[in-house]
T-cell receptor, first 113, second 114 residues
Framework: KQEVTQIPAALSVPEGENLVLNCSFTDSAIYNLQWFRQDPGKGLTSLLLIQSSQREQTSGRLNASLDKSSGRSTLYIAASQPGDSATYLCAVVSSNSGYALNFGKGTSLLVTP | EAQVTQNPRYLITVTGKKLTVTCSQNMNHEYMSWYRQDPGLGLRQIYYSMNVEVTDKGDVPEGYKVSRKEKRNFPLILESPSPNQTSLYFC?????????????FGPGTRLTVT
């Protein structure tokens, strides 16, 4: 069964820092990988989707990379802002999962002014 | 505006009283699914539907029912809710077309069963 792990579980950085969130998965037979943002008690907002054939995706200050063979993805946030404070979730769709998203437990990010 | 909507957003009920959480999407997506989110356990899929009249179990289907009579709607039914079904529930939808299969989530329904 696909296992998704996110490290670190929590992160606190001062405003302006560049930071990297890590995601690893055990089964490299994935269809795609998606990064989400979740604010406390709120829904999930899709940030970036990387298909299995792609190496990275970029949106504004966010860049996500995918190394399928090693089972890893990173989310890079440039010039962090207090508004970036949230929980970031990584999820993969495995090739045999019926399009179910397998989620990591998330990284809780706090960006301090 | 393209979106997934859920109702109600908050619900407190008692053990055994049947309830339905509605989910609707306006993006003409074939694929819809339900997840529950619990502290320490993360998000887990309950049921999913690949298209109208096609549904299947996810990882934690016990105690839940679903139906897909129309493409846009995918209600989650708890016939006899129990306290262990207290959770935050999310509905999601997707086109499920290669290269364009981003999954979109609703705002969530916080359910408390006493």
């Amino acid at each position: 069964k696909q296992e998704v792990t996110q490290i670190p579980a929590a992160l606190s950085v001062p405003e302006g820092e560049n930071l990297v969130l890590n995601c690893s998965f055990t089964d490299s037979a994935i269809y795609n990988l998606q990064w989400f943002r979740q604010d406390p008690g709120k829904g999930l907002t899709s940030l970036l989707l990387i298909q299995s054939s792609q190496r990275e995706q970029t949106s504004g200050r966010l860049n996500a990379s995918l190394d399928k063979s090693s089972g890893r993805s990173t989310l890079y946030i440039a010039a962090s802002q207090p508004g970036d404070s949230a929980t970031y979730l990584c999820a993969v769709v495995s090739s045999n999962s019926g399009y179910a998203l397998n989620f990591g437990k998330g990284t809780s990010l706090l960006v301090t002014p | 505006e393209a979106q997934v909507t859920q109702n109600p957003r908050y619900l407190i009920t008692v053990t055994g009283k049947k309830l339905t959480v509605t989910c609707s999407q306006n993006m003409n997506h074939e694929y819809m699914s339900w997840y529950r989110q619990d502290p320490g356990l993360g998000l887990r899929q309950i049921y999913y539907s690949m298209n109208v009249e096609v549904t299947d179990k996810g990882d934690v289907p016990e105690g839940y029912k679903v139906s897909r009579k129309e493409k846009r709607n995918f209600p989650l039914i708890l016939e006899s809710p129990s306290p262990n079904q207290t959770s935050l529930y999310f509905c999601a939808s997707s086109l499920v077309r290669q290269g364009n299969d981003e999954q979109y989530f609703g705002p969530g329904t916080r359910l408390t069963v006493t």
